[in-house]
């Protein structure tokens, strides 16, 4: 009951801070509740850990082939790099490749969920939703943009979660509101 009562005195100091952490907890319930239903169902609905077939391989064939006909910019080739991987250890690797892909998926729905080893899975989820988009996967800038946000706040996304009771349980700022991070209704976006 203290931990209630802490978060709760932590909200009333700030109604932008109140708002930003119910907007993210509610997001962040959406967004976990979404990665945990797409590694399920990709375990349940449609076999990919039992239907002996590559189901991530023609995700990796596009994104193979969307990288080879780019032409952007590339000073450290990395995307030689990615094609290099992608050819001679990702698509020789199909079982374990599509293990990994319901594994994560579900270790992040249920990590972000409950607000737990909150920043970790959220990096996780940016490294996911990279080889989503760049297999062609346009669905997937939604939630890069919210990864990033949660990245450079992430107290706020957990504060109501398992994270924000051990911050509460070692005694630390619940919110770094005076911290380089913090958010505030002045905040202007960069661009």
Do not use: C
Request: net charge positive; proline share 2%.
């Amino acid at each position: 009951m203290d931990y209630i009562n802490a978060v709760g005195a932590e909200l009333k100091k700030s109604w932008w801070n109140a708002l930003v952490v119910v907007v993210f907890t509610i997001a962040r319930l959406f967004y976990g509740w979404d990665w945990f239903k797409a590694g399920w169902d990709k375990m349940t609905t449609e076999h990919w850990l039992t239907d002996g077939k590559f189901n991530s391989g023609g995700l990796i064939k596009g994104m193979v082939a969307a990288i080879q006909h780019s032409h952007g910019m590339d000073p450290l080739h990395l995307d030689n790099l990615l094609v290099w991987f992608s050819n001679h250890i990702f698509l020789n690797m199909g079982g374990l490749v599509d293990f990994l892909v319901v594994f994560l998926e579900l270790f992040i729905g249920i990590f972000v969920f409950f607000g737990f080893g909150f920043v970790w899975s959220i990096v996780v989820a940016i490294f996911l939703n990279l080889q989503y988009a760049a297999a062609g996967a346009a669905n997937n800038f939604g939630y890069l943009v919210t990864d990033i946000v949660w990245v450079k706040w992430p107290t706020y996304a957990s504060l109501i979660g398992v994270d924000g009771y051990i911050r509460y349980r070692k005694g630390k700022k619940l919110l770094n509101t005076k911290a380089a991070g913090s958010i505030s209704p002045t905040d202007k976006i960069a661009g």
